[in-house]
């Protein structure tokens, strides 16, 4: 292939991670990874050359990128990089988030020459894309690195043709939500995993049960990492909100959309 592979990736919950891996599994060269998901891997500035390809995966926040990693890509540069611009969303949709995610990057100094939407388990519920990514969509995930592979060598920049992929511009529009936070029930043995693993360091570091609900990005992260189930969303709105998406989506089987 002849380039530097490397891996940049924001995953809560592991399953934009296992995506962005197997892909790079099916372009089959090594990779340098960068996981962006904890807050002190997203003070540097991250340059990339022209020699690199850069798989960049993201979750997908209500349509969209989130907004806090929107900003963050701005201390992301390159220099006519190829890139791979990867979202994974929780089988309902996902709307703008990777032309978004495309049109941050290529402002950047990167050059799209694939793009894709997976899906993943949704962070709120099992009930929706339970198990996902899995076989099947990991099969689809490798298949579409080998095909990325063949792009690349064919190595020619004048060769490479604009990426096109869905969405639309202006993006969707970011509604205020109702700031909420998990809650700590007496099961708690002040483990610390939580404020350990939480994205936004919302999570005191001394007293576990303290979370500030305007930096909680509701990831679920802390939930599905505590290892007594001592943390849940208990507030009504979110539940009520939960089991609407459960209602209209939970039977359908989204599968995954590849662009090249």
Avoid at 99 to 120: P, R, S, V
Avoid at 200 to 210: K, Q
């Amino acid at each position: 292939m002849g380039k530097n592979l490397k891996l940049l990736y924001f995953s809560a919950t592991d399953t934009t991670a296992k995506i962005v891996k197997e892909i790079a599994y099916g372009i089959g060269a090594p990779a340098k990874e960068y996981d962006i998901t904890l807050p002190a891997d997203r003070q540097k500035e991250l340059s990339f050359h022209r020699e690199d390809v850069v798989i960049i995966g993201v979750p997908v926040y209500a349509g969209r990128v989130p907004g806090f990693l929107t900003e963050y890509f701005t201390k992301v540069k390159g220099n006519q990089t190829k890139a791979v611009f990867i979202v994974v969303y929780g089988n309902r949709d996902y709307e703008d988030a990777l032309l978004e995610l495309k049109d941050t990057l290529e402002q950047n100094g990167f050059i799209g020459i694939a793009g894709g939407a997976f899906i993943g388990e949704h962070s709120y519920t099992t009930k929706l894309a339970a198990g996902r990514p899995d076989k099947e969509d990991l099969n689809s995930a490798r298949e579409f690195g080998v095909k990325i592979k063949e792009i690349l060598n064919k190595d020619n920049q004048d060769t490479i043709k604009k990426l096109i992929i869905k969405g639309n511009y202006p993006y969707k529009e970011r509604k205020p939500q109702q700031p909420v936070a998990p809650e700590t029930n007496d099961k708690c043995i002040n483990c610390g995993i939580c404020a350990m693993h939480c994205p936004m360091g919302a999570i005191d570091l001394s007293d576990f049960e303290v979370v500030d609900e305007t930096k909680c990005i509701k990831c679920c992260r802390c939930i599905k990492r505590c290892p007594v189930n001592a943390k849940a969303i208990k507030q009504e709105a979110f539940i009520q909100f939960t089991q609407g998406l459960i209602d209209k989506f939970g039977a359908t089987r989204r599968e995954p959309e590849l662009f090249l």
